[in-house]
Each structure stands twice: as structure tokens, then as C-alpha cells.
């Protein structure tokens, strides 16, 4: 064979050596310890550096919503203390109310049974909503219905209050509640203890006499937020 040929052959088992040297894998990557799982349940096995930055990312979310859960259900169980606790205090405000001779009835059946109560000089507790207008002091049942009154005019809805002989408490919440730019306009909640009795109610249309409550007492307990 001419050395030419010789030459030109040998040049071809090079590259081709070359080019199968070239597709050859890649040398695998090491593996080291990994400890993969949370505090001393963490278990340590062999892995790569990926690998192992993948579980302990897997692991760690895991324990995120874990502790999310676990919040979430001591909050809740926060909650529900907190309610038990609220309609217990009520409850038995109420059991204290009722031993003291006073009716638990609503702002919607005293306006329909007021007649009948101030004949019987009834002794009622009423839970509601403080309002005082230019033209008196009000229960009204709801915050809906004391938005929906102007101040200024006479409320077509509520109890007409006489506060002047009540206790010193329920003159002090009343004086806070007229105070505050908000609540002198929505009213405050509360419950008032009184009797039930006649009194003349100024309305557009005149003096009228109508049943009201002569206040003795009022309270109020904050529900849980």
C-alpha cells in the first residue's frame, strides 16, 4: 500500500477513535449523605447533590403544610372556646336577669304587646340597639334599622327609653355611645333592663302616648371578633 493511502488511513482510525470518545456518557456524579426527613426522624441515605436538595425541598414544604394545618385547627379550636365562653356569659347574665323578675322578650314584641305590658308595669329585659335622636332615647332592634333613621326626625321603629332614674352603668354606656362620631349615628348594642310603662312620644304627626321602658339597668357583653 503507497504510504499516501497508509497516511490517510491511519488519520481515519484516529478521528474515529475521537469521535466514539467524544459520545462516550459523561462520568456519573458523586453521591454523599443526605439527611431527608424532619428533625429526629431524619434518615440519612446516599444521594446527589440534586437529589438531594430536591427531597429535603419536598420534605420541608410537606412540613409547611403541616404546620399550616396545625395552626389553622388551633385557631379554630381558639374560636369555638371563644364562643362557648360568649354564650355562656350571656346565658347566664340572662339566668341572672330572670331571677331579678325581668322578662327576656324583643324590640318586635314589645311594639306589638307594649299595651298589655305597661298596663301590668312589666318588668322586661330587652336586647338591642342604643340610639338617641334629637327627639329622645331609642331601642331599636337592629344596626340595620338605625342606619335607615335620620337623627333628626323621629325613628318609626324602637322603644322610647326614659333614662333618668337609671343606674349610673347604663347613664355612663349611654354617654360613651353619644360620644363616638360613629356609634352616635349607628347606635350602640345592648340589652336593657326596665319597665315597661306609658310615656309621651313626640312623632310627626304630634304628641302621641305610647309604651316605653323606664330604664334601670342595661349591659353588654362583647361577642368574640
Known amino acids: 500500500m503507497p504510504s499516501r493511502m497508509k497516511t490517510v488511513c491511519m488519520l481515519g482510525s484516529v478521528l474515529a477513535s475521537v469521535v466514539v470518545a467524544g459520545c462516550s456518557l459523561a462520568p456519573s456524579e458523586p453521591k454523599s449523605a443526605c439527611a431527608v426527613g ?4 431524619a434518615a440519612a441515605v446516599s444521594l446527589t447533590a440534586a437529589d438531594c436538595a430536591h427531597m429535603q425541598g419536598v420534605f420541608a414544604a410537606q412540613k409547611a403544610a403541616q404546620q399550616a394545618t396545625a395552626a389553622h ?5 381558639e374560636k369555638q372556646q371563644a364562643v362557648r365562653k ?38 322586661v329585659s330587652i336586647p338591642g340597639v342604643y340610639l338617641k335622636t334629637s327627639r329622645g332615647e331609642f331601642l331599636m332592634s337592629s344596626t340595620l334599622a ?23 352603668a347604663a347613664k355612663q354606656s349611654f354617654a360613651r355611645c353619644q360620644k363616638d362620631a360613629v356609634k352616635a349615628r349607628l347606635g350602640c348594642p345592648t340589652t336593657i333592663l326596665g319597665q315597661a310603662t306609658l310615656c309621651k312620644r313626640t312623632t310627626i304627626f304630634g304628641g302621641a302616648e305610647a309604651p316605653c321602658i323606664a330604664v334601670d339597668d342595661s349591659w353588654y357583653v362583647a361577642p368574640p371578633s
Open 73 to 77: 385547627a388551633a385557631a379554630e379550636a
Open 38 to 41: 424532619n428533625g429526629d426522624s
Open 86 to 123: 360568649y354564650r355562656t356569659a350571656v346565658a347566664a347574665r340572662i339566668r341572672k336577669d330572670e331571677q331579678n323578675g325581668y322578662r327576656t322578650t324583643s324590640v318586635d314584641n314589645f311594639e306589638l304587646n307594649g299595651p298589655e305590658l305597661a298596663r301590668d308595669r312589666a318588668k
Open 146 to 168: 338605625t342606619s335607615q333613621v335620620d337623627t333628626t326626625t323621629t325613628p318609626d321603629q324602637g322603644i322610647s327609653l326614659i333614662s333618668k332614674d337609671a343606674s349610673r
